[in-house]
């Protein structure tokens, strides 16, 4: 009797084990793609040079004209640690920011996004916030 739980509880393990890693590559069971769209919103008529990337991807040189947007889609990993980070430049300016942060941004998170769209002004980077439509999730740049 003792070996028939234990191999019961052995299979229901296995089961169990196998579909959470079906579930991981099935794209249509929770792995939502996100997208960050950055905007430039200097305000000065100057152009913004952004750089990002992320551990494993490297985005690349974009220039924005002003009022001028570019975006990129991805997969954030399982495990709730996905960053990319950009570097930002604009005439006699030069500053970097974690555009997307897991531990920010997540779906775990309170105010996540799935779609993060962020204005980049003089001051600091802004996403939108759609419990009240407006960017007022403003953030200092990093250090």
């Known amino acids: ?4 739980v234990y191999v ?3 299979l229901l393990f296995v089961h169990l084990a196998a579909s ?3 579930s991981m590559f099935d794209p249509n069971i929770s ?5 960050v769209r950055i905007t430039n919103r ?8 952004l750089h990002c ?5 490297n985005l690349g040189l974009k220039i924005l004209a002003t009022n001028k947007s570019w975006s990129f889609t991805f997969r954030p990993n399982i495990w709730g640690t996905t960053v990319f980070y950009c570097h930002f430049t604009w005439p006699r ?4 920011f974690d555009i997307y942060d897991d531990y920010r941004d997540g779906v775990r998170k309170g105010n996540p996004c799935i779609d993060c769209t962020w204005h980049i002004d003089q001051n600091r980077p802004c996403r939108f916030n759609q419990k009240t439509n407006l960017f007022d ?5 990093n250090k």
Not at 1 to 4: G, L, Q, S, V, W
Not at 53 to 57: C, E, G, L, W
């Open 8 to 10: 019961v509880v052995i």
């Open 31 to 35: 792995t939502l793609k996100s997208i």
């Open 137 to 141: 999730f403003c953030y200092d740049w």
């Open 42 to 49: 200097l305000g000065d008529g100057s152009t913004l040079n």
């Open 20 to 22: 959470r890693v079906e």
């Open 93 to 96: 300016e030069t500053h970097s």
């Open 1 to 4: 009797m003792k070996m028939e």
């Open 53 to 57: 990337k992320s551990p494993d991807d």
